[in-house]
């Protein structure tokens, strides 16, 4: 507050408001969280029929692989035409490190906290003389950076901001040890000794772990280890940190207070998939919009299943049709009995459903799944349509809101990777090891038969990432994700996308080639295959046209054939090694020859690298 001094106490005060600002969307996310794990989830038994259907579980199901099944792939570029290489190498080293932590799991938690009210992402580096590992930071090693999810439950705000990007601090809260941090060296051991332990700690709201924990186990395991809970705080106005108890009591000091070091946008990425609340900083939980139809679907066929239970058929009949009744109720299946009075007994049903509560069970049903984003259409249990035009357009309109929540998880993670790599940038001390795929140039060799023109191939190159190949400024590099590289691809489709690739667009583009070639337009017949076959998520195409394998077998089938007979028998320019020098005849001298004499195979038949006398000296044609 400007004017205003800013003291120790007021801090505590400012965090305590905060949490008790998000209790009433802890209390809704446990709620939801419930109806999502079901009444079997930690529990031997349950009622019968308590929740039949999960609509909830069923759209979560079939979301989370929807938008995310790989890995991420990084592409880092510059404006600056000379860092490109390293911005590749940098590219290639964050998602190593993707892999190393595990990311892609870290993701899918993390959208279904963005699905459930806010996902929060923490992306730090696991030091050992700066900061204290907290939970599941344990298992990071020293020094290397690290992305995990914070659970909404141990999430603090800023008890008076608008947006969540202009809250003047944020943190979470984390349970550790109380011997780690005397231990640590960096705390107030004073304070420490003085905290209260985790089990005796009331100030602290029931959470979503609990769903799983039984009444006395978090309470011996705080026995144990004497657990403490602390609260770790970003103040982005002073781009410091701050620690302090977690538990309501306020102090006149912090634990420990330290700079920030770390990515300008801070520790916390935040991910949801609602459009934004104006004025306030939690955004609208997809959940909450589908809890109410969710509700009504279980009611719904719950009654359907109790009135199919109560259905029952009784035999009736008159009093003194007794001992018919009596006949009928004895006589076994195709048993042929005489009674006295036909009418006298009859077959009644009483109960049954209702024809008329499944149709309203299948519009609730027709209503959530509207609602959610056509998850029947998305996940194939489901199409309304009568024609194959009409699917596709279905398929079309469903497709918009889901791929709106990727490109969100897309941007998300965007912000993420870019964090990770800002640490590998300015690691002084880093050496990574990579691979990376390099082209080798067009270039000319010597056959037995005459020179042989070989095509470009890739091949796989070591790398070392270390702090000598840096350049430019962490600004000078811009991050995106590549489409499509987190998603799964069905192998039906991607067989369909290969036949169509090979029986479309390989003789398409072959045709546009020689068509160019005949109008002397230049034209890369790879390039547009490569860039096409992109467009159709075929990532394999490279090995098709560098083929190593397959270039060594051209290599030694035009060493084999033979070549035409002249005055002089056996040419050494002829063969379809030389028809295919250049593009030239077999019955012309090979560039780079002098005076027209004929080049002669190098040693004992062994080809040997020659090159034009228009290309510069240590390129390949």
Known sequence: MAGKEVTIKKVYEAVRLGEKRLHNFRAARLMFLKQYAGPYYDKPKAEIGAMPISLIYNAISILVPNL?????????????????????????????????????????????????????????????????????????????PYARIIDFDDFVLDPACKRIEEASFVGHRARVPRQMLLDSGLFDNDMVTALSTTKSDSSRQKGVDELSQQKTSSTDVADLQDLVDIRELWVPAAKAMIWMPAESTSYDRYLRIADYDGPEKGPFTYLSFTPPMPNNPMPVPPVGIWYDLHIAANDMLRKIMDQAARQKDILTYQPHAQDDAESI?????????????????????????????????AQISYWF?????????????????????????????????????????????QHVQ?????YLHTDPLIHLPLIKRTPIPARVVMGPNGPIQMPPRMQEEQV???????????????FSIEQKSMSRVDPNKRLQQAMLFASKVLPAAA??????????????????????????????????FYDEGFQAQVLDMFNKTPGPEGSKGQSPGGGMGAILQNGQPGNL???GSTGGSELQPNGAGAPREVMSESQPAGMGM
């Open 369 to 413: 799944n509207l609602m959610s984003g056509n998850t029947d259409q998305m996940g194939g249990t489901r199409s309304d349509a009568e024609t194959a035009t009409q699917a596709t357009i279905l398929q079309q309109n469903s497709a918009v809101r889901t791929e709106d929540m990727r490109d969100l998880v897309y941007i998300a993670t």
């Open 589 to 591: 001298p090979f560039k």
């Open 464 to 478: 070392i990432l270390t702090d000598d190949v840096r350049e430019g400024d962490f600004l000078d590099y811009h």
């Open 68 to 144: 995310v099944t790989n890995f991420p792939k990084t592409l880092i570029t510059s404006r600056f035409m000379n860092y490109r290489g390293y911005a590749e190498l940098l590219g290639l080293g964050v998602d190593h490190l993707a892999r190393e932590i595990d990311l892609r799991t870290e993701l899918r938690r993390w959208i279904v906290d963005g699905l459930f009210t806010l996902g929060i992402m923490k992306t730090g580096l696991a030091t050992s003389d700066s900061l204290v590992s907290f939970g599941d930071d344990t298992q990071i090693d020293p020094g290397q």
């Open 329 to 361: 109720k004895n006589a076994g299946d195709g048993d042929i009995i005489g009674i006295y009075n036909v009418d006298g007994a009859k077959v009644q049903s009483f109960g049954g459903q209702q024809q008329s509560n499944e149709a309203h069970l």
């Open 418 to 422: 870019e964090k990770l790599a800002w």
């Open 511 to 544: 045709q546009a080639a020689m068509v160019c070639q005949q109008m002397n337009v230049p034209f890369s017949f790879a390039k547009l295959v490569t860039r096409l076959a992109k467009e159709l998520d075929i990532e394999w195409i490279d090995e098709v």
